[in-house]
């Protein structure tokens, strides 16, 4: 199984591994509540570099562009011709765009299964980092519990759902 990120933060670009941050924090609490560990999936980003606006002396996560995203997503599909997954969950909108083309749309699609190019099953849901931004309380924990449901869900597996979408684009 592997889980595919959109791109690294401050801390991730520090430690030079995906999701060591605060939503790497917030995703191991949701993978444990769903009955997966860390060590259980494989776990990339879309785009494997950290952009960044320098203001003053600190750096700002900024959203890599098209062109940059295009670029990176040869480097997710060498590795998923290295690693083979069975299963992908794409978190957040760029990850899933990655995967399922420019109009998809995470607030109507989450949860859902997408079979894709070459046999593979794919869901998306939210990237913690959309979590821990919710504008308030009751944000928070409605997204909170739609990713343990969608993490759930991954781990039964699209065999547990009536319903599997074709995708007709492969990431790469």
Same mark, same amino acid.
């Given at each position: 199984?592997?889980?595919?990120?959109?791109?690294?933060?401050?801390?991730?670009?520090?430690?030079?591994? /995906?999701?060591?941050? /605060?939503?790497?924090?917030?995703? +191991?609490?949701?993978?444990?509540?769903?009955?997966?560990n860390?060590?259980d999936?494989?776990?990339?980003?879309?785009?494997?570099?950290?952009?960044?606006?320098s %203001?003053?002396?600190?750096?700002?996560?900024?959203?890599?562009?098209?062109?940059e995203?295009?670029?990176?997503?040869?480097?997710?599909?060498a590795?998923?011709?290295?690693?083979? /997954?069975?299963?992908?969950?794409?978190?957040?909108?760029?990850?899933?765009?990655?995967?399922?083309?420019?109009?998809?749309?995470?607030?109507?699609?989450?949860? %859902?299964?997408?079979?894709?190019?070459?046999?593979? +099953?794919?869901?998306?849901?939210?990237?913690?980092?959309?979590?821990?931004r919710?504008?308030?309380r +009751?944000?928070?924990?409605?997204?909170?519990?739609?990713?343990? +449901?969608?993490?759930?869900?991954?781990?039964?597996?699209?065999?547990?759902?009536?319903?599997?979408?074709?995708?007709? %684009?492969?990431?790469?």
């Amino acid at each position: 199984m592997m889980l595919v990120g959109e791109q690294p933060g401050l801390q991730e670009d520090a430690a030079g591994e /995906p999701f060591v941050g /605060p939503a790497g924090v917030l995703l +191991d609490r949701a993978l444990k509540e769903s009955g997966l560990n860390r060590h259980d999936v494989y776990l990339t980003n879309v785009v494997k570099h950290f952009k960044f606006e320098s %203001r003053s002396k600190r750096r700002l996560h900024k959203r890599a562009n098209a062109a940059e995203q295009a670029i990176c997503r040869e480097w997710l599909a060498a590795e998923l011709r290295e690693v083979r /997954p069975q299963r992908i969950l794409a978190l957040g909108a760029m990850a899933a765009q990655a995967f399922f083309g420019t109009t998809f749309q995470l607030t109507m699609s989450h949860g %859902r299964w997408f079979k894709l190019p070459g046999g593979m +099953d794919a869901m998306a849901t939210w990237h913690p980092s959309s979590v821990l931004r919710s504008i308030n309380r +009751d944000t928070h924990d409605h997204r909170y519990q739609q990713l343990v +449901d969608d993490l759930r869900a991954f781990v039964a597996g699209p065999e547990h759902t009536h319903a599997v979408f074709m995708v007709g %684009r492969r990431a790469g």
